[in-house]
């Protein structure tokens, strides 16, 4: 998750109703961590509030979007400025929250699937779709539960700020990325694991500015670009980054900028 913000953004194909999908509406697996499935889902009614406790993941968002977006049209040769530009592709995005990156994606033309652990995230999620006419697949589950149901694959594999809250990152990521069809993507996002997210990421955002609640983040579980990449040493692969976002107080603004607190790493799997 960004520094100053709690952690875990339209094809006509028909799409079955959630309720006959056949998935369990409850999470289960081993990369759950509950202690912060019940941080997070205690706050879940309050993910679309731009000025309550996510209000700092509403300024990161557009960064993110932004990121995703351009990574995504120059992979599958799209051109943003059309209406709906990623028609045709399918998207997961992994440890979704309250919806803020599976909607936009939705809005840009992708096919959505979008799950977490909180099925109080899901059900804020899929109500706030729901009010804005956005079919998008909302699912309590796990990654996990996704690959056993022989879910996907997706052209396009999210997990945003999520892998430094997993119980086992390497088995998390690994089963992620085998969601990903030949010729995919998948962005993950996270902190690093430095100095600077230290006094940043952790004491600042925490027990200074108290921009997020303390407890939030363990830096120890903030993972260092190369452990990712060796995380993904062992699939089929092509390992990219670290891609950094950097937030400048001054205009109140993230952009792309240093990795040393938060990074993007890009996997494609060759078709």
């Known amino acids: 998750m960004p520094w100053l913000m709690v952690a875990s953004n339209h094809t006509e194909t028909a799409r079955k109703p959630q309720s006959e999908t056949g998935f369990p509406e409850q999470a289960a697996g081993p990369s759950i961590d509950p202690a912060d499935v019940a941080r997070f889902s205690a706050q879940a009614a309050e993910w679309w509030d731009p000025k309550g ?16 977006r351009d990574r995504a049209a120059d992979h599958f ?23 803020l990156i599976a909607e936009p994606m939705r809005r840009m033309g992708f096919d959505v699937t979008a799950i977490d652990a909180s099925s109080e995230n899901i059900g804020t999620a899929r109500a706030h779709a729901d009010q804005l006419g956005l079919d998008i697949a909302y699912r309590a589950a796990t990654v996990e539960q996704m690959e056993q149901a022989g879910a996907g694959p997706f052209d396009v594999v999210l997990t945003m700020e999520v892998i430094e809250h997993v119980a086992d990152p390497e088995a998390f990521i690994r089963t992620c990325s085998r969601l990903m069809k030949p010729g995919g ?23 200074v500015l108290r921009w997020v609640p303390a407890g939030t983040h ?20 092509a390992v990219e980054g670290p891609f950094g976002l950097e937030y400048d107080p001054l205009n109140d603004r993230w952009s792309q900028g240093d990795a040393d607190i938060n990074y993007m790493m890009v996997a494609t799997r060759a078709p």
């Open 53 to 68: 406790p996510f209000a700092p993941l509403h300024r990161f968002n557009p960064a993110r979007l932004k990121f995703v």
């Open 218 to 237: 363990d830096w120890r579980q903030f993972l260092k670009p190369d452990e990712i990449r060796q995380m993904l040493s062992a699939e089929p692969l």
């Open 77 to 99: 040769s799209r051109d943003v400025r059309g209406r709906a530009p990623f028609s045709g592709l399918s998207l997961i995005d992994i440890g979704c929250g309250g919806g």
């Open 185 to 207: 993507l998948m962005i993950v996002a996270t902190l690093n694991r430095t100095l600077k997210s230290l006094a940043l990421g952790k004491f600042a955002a925490e027990y």
